[in-house]
T-cell receptor, first 112, second 112 residues
C-alpha cells in the first residue's frame, strides 16, 4: 500500500547542530507540507511544496528550510537547531485534484 | 488564523452519538468544510468534507446548515477509540494544494 513515512521518529540533538527530518511518500502526490505541533499552539505550517523545485514558506518558516528534488521526498532542515524548535513535526501530502491530506506519524525532536 | 470556532472540549458516553459543532460564519461560497481528527501522538486523519449538502461516509456524517454558517460532525455510535481532538477547517475549493490551517479543535472524550 502507498504510504507516507517520516524519519527519524525520535531525535535528540544539541543547540546549534544541523538536523534533517525526512519525509517520503509513495502516492506520487504533487503537494507536500511540513507542520509543527506544540502544546498550546496546535498545528502550524512551516513550509510546503506544490511540485519538484517548488517550495513555499508557511506561518513559522524562520530557522527551517526544505528542498524538493523529486516527487517523493521533502526533507526539512534545521540549519542551527534552537531549543525553541523542540516540537513534534508532521509531514503531509495530497493530490491537487482532491482535498484530502495524508499525514505521517510524526517526528519528535528535542533540542537540548 | 483559523476561520472556525469550536468548543474546547466535549464528553460523550460510549455507544451514544457524538455531535461536534463548528461555527464558520465567514465561509465563502467556494469554501468547503473539512473535518480531521488527531488521536493522541498520531498524525491527523481525514474524516469527511462537504460544500452545502449533508454528507455521510463509513466514519461519520456531516450536517451543514442551509446558510452554511455552521456544521455538525456526527459520530453515530462513539467508541473509546474515537477519543481524539477533532478539527473543523474551511478551505477554498476541493483542492489538495491549499494548506490546511488548523485551529485548536475540540477534544472529545468518550467515556465508558
Amino acid at each position: 500500500d502507498a504510504e507516507i513515512t517520516q524519519s527519524p521518529r525520535h531525535k535528540i540533538t544539541e543547540t546549534g547542530r544541523q538536523v534533517t527530518l525526512a519525509c517520503h511518500q509513495t502516492w506520487n502526490h504533487n503537494n507536500m507540507f511540513w507542520y509543527r505541533q506544540d502544546l498550546g499552539h496546535g498545528l502550524r505550517l512551516i513550509h510546503y511544496s506544490y511540485g519538484v523545485q517548488d517550495t513555499n514558506k508557511g506561518e513559522v518558516s524562520d530557522g527551517y528550510s526544505v528542498s524538493r528534488s523529486n516527487t517523493e521526498d521533502l526533507p526539512l532542515t534545521l540549519e542551527s537547531a534552537a531549543s525553541s524548535q523542540t516540537s513534534v513535526y508532521f509531514c503531509a501530502s495530497s493530490r491537487t485534484e482532491t482535498g484530502e491530506l495524508f499525514f505521517g506519524e510524526g517526528s519528535r525532536l528535542t533540542v537540548l | 488564523d483559523a476561520k472556525t470556532t469550536q468548543p474546547t472540549s466535549m464528553d460523550c458516553a460510549e455507544g451514544r452519538a457524538a455531535n461536534l459543532p463548528c461555527n464558520h460564519s465567514t465561509i465563502s461560497g467556494n469554501e468547503y468544510v473539512y473535518w480531521y481528527r488527531q488521536i493522541h501522538s498520531q498524525g491527523p486523519q481525514y474524516i469527511i468534507h462537504g460544500l452545502k449538502n449533508n454528507e455521510t461516509n463509513e466514519m461519520a456524517s456531516l450536517i451543514i446548515t442551509e446558510d452554511r454558517k455552521s456544521s455538525t460532525l456526527i459520530l453515530p455510535h462513539a467508541t473509546l477509540r474515537d477519543t481524539a481532538v477533532y478539527y473543523c477547517i474551511v478551505r477554498v475549493a476541493n483542492s489538495g494544494n491549499t494548506p490546511l490551517v488548523f485551529g485548536k479543535g475540540t477534544r472529545l472524550s468518550v467515556i465508558a
